[in-house]
């Protein structure tokens, strides 16, 4: 099958500071990776070459069976739908489906598939109420949502996301975590990038992490966030959930707050079971 995103050997600088050095790694149709590391890592480079908005120095970055390298970003958008790290300072139209309305049209589908794209995505977000408002009178995080349903309407078959959740309170990143588990069921790839360890240990399950450029680990998330030694020198804190499951020796190690408190339950049971 056809990698929905391959990196190799990708090289960027900015003048002569170095912001990636040889990374390579794919992501298959319906994989969720999140992409890690500390402030400065590369994150955002590696998600401005993906969307064509910088080139490589060196390497290829393929998405499907397009180089980058020749094609634009309108027409990238084709396959890749992207927000950046202060999309909410980008929206520029008056309301948000008119927001939400210009990738679709950009990609020059008639006004009906228009219109059905733009309702479900507002929908997957629980932004329909806010349609008919000025994205500027909404707060910060409901303008993210906003760029969110805008690359969600798109309907790619990659998804790459700087920060979507920086800012979101707990029930908002709720609604982003299912919109994207819903378009990666449908097939999409997902690159998130994230400090938010705790939402990616519910949503992702593939850990990229960038050192300085480099690609420092490429594994299962859940195993990597089980492993608090590892993560301290790569910047990361592991989430509550998971340092909570290793302080109690949680069998399994689970980082996911269903799978731990499933986990507790058994533990309790187990431990009432001689005085039934
Ligand atoms: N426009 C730019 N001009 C010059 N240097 C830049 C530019 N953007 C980023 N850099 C440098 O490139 C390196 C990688 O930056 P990048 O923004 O990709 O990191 P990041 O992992 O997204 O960090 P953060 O977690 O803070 O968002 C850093 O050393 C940064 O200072
Ligand atoms: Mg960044």
């Given at each position: 099958m056809t990698d929905a995103l391959r990196l190799e050997r990708v090289s960027f600088a900015y003048g002569d500071v170095t912001a990636l050095a040889e990374v390579s790694f794919a992501l298959g149709p319906g994989e969720r990776a999140a992409l890690l590391g500390r402030n400065g890592a590369g994150k955002s480079t590696l998600v401005r070459l993906v969307t064509g908005l910088r080139r490589p120095a060196a390497g290829s970055i393929w998405v499907e069976d397009w180089d980058t390298r020749d094609r634009p970003p309108e027409q990238l958008a084709r396959r890749v739908g992207s927000m950046f790290?202060?999309?909410?300072?980008q929206l520029f139209a008056r309301t948000v489906r008119d927001d939400v309305s210009f990738g679709p049209r950009a990609l020059g589908f008639a006004a009906p598939e228009v219109q059905q794209r733009v309702g479900r995505a507002l929908a997957a977000l629980g932004l329909e109420a806010h349609a008919a408002h000025h994205p500027y009178d909404l707060p910060p995080a409901f303008r993210k949502l906003a760029a969110l349903a805008g690359a969600l309407?798109?309907?790619?078959r990659l998804l790459v996301l700087d920060e979507p959740t920086a800012g979101l309170d707990r029930a908002l990143r709720a609604r982003v975590a299912s919109a994207l588990l819903e378009r990666a069921a449908a097939g999409a790839a997902l690159l998130v990038v994230t400090h938010d360890l705790a939402f990616a240990a519910e949503t992702l399950e593939r850990a990229l992490v960038l050192d300085r450029g480099r690609l420092a680990c490429d594994e299962p998330l859940a195993g990597l966030l089980a492993a608090p030694p590892r993560l301290e020198p790569l910047g990361l804190a592991p989430p509550a959930v998971a340092a909570l499951s290793r302080a109690l020796g949680l069998p399994g190690a689970p980082v996911r707050e269903a799978d731990a408190a499933r986990a507790l339950a058994r533990v309790a049971a187990g431990r009432r079971a001689p005085l039934d």
């Amino acid at each position: 099958m056809t990698d929905a995103l391959r990196l190799e050997r990708v090289s960027f600088a900015y003048g002569d500071v170095t912001a990636l050095a040889e990374v390579s790694f794919a992501l298959g149709p319906g994989e969720r990776a999140a992409l890690l590391g500390r402030n400065g890592a590369g994150k955002s480079t590696l998600v401005r070459l993906v969307t064509g908005l910088r080139r490589p120095a060196a390497g290829s970055i393929w998405v499907e069976d397009w180089d980058t390298r020749d094609r634009p970003p309108e027409q990238l958008a084709r396959r890749v739908g992207s927000m950046f790290q202060y999309a909410d300072q980008q929206l520029f139209a008056r309301t948000v489906r008119d927001d939400v309305s210009f990738g679709p049209r950009a990609l020059g589908f008639a006004a009906p598939e228009v219109q059905q794209r733009v309702g479900r995505a507002l929908a997957a977000l629980g932004l329909e109420a806010h349609a008919a408002h000025h994205p500027y009178d909404l707060p910060p995080a409901f303008r993210k949502l906003a760029a969110l349903a805008g690359a969600l309407a798109l309907e790619p078959r990659l998804l790459v996301l700087d920060e979507p959740t920086a800012g979101l309170d707990r029930a908002l990143r709720a609604r982003v975590a299912s919109a994207l588990l819903e378009r990666a069921a449908a097939g999409a790839a997902l690159l998130v990038v994230t400090h938010d360890l705790a939402f990616a240990a519910e949503t992702l399950e593939r850990a990229l992490v960038l050192d300085r450029g480099r690609l420092a680990c490429d594994e299962p998330l859940a195993g990597l966030l089980a492993a608090p030694p590892r993560l301290e020198p790569l910047g990361l804190a592991p989430p509550a959930v998971a340092a909570l499951s290793r302080a109690l020796g949680l069998p399994g190690a689970p980082v996911r707050e269903a799978d731990a408190a499933r986990a507790l339950a058994r533990v309790a049971a187990g431990r009432r079971a001689p005085l039934d």
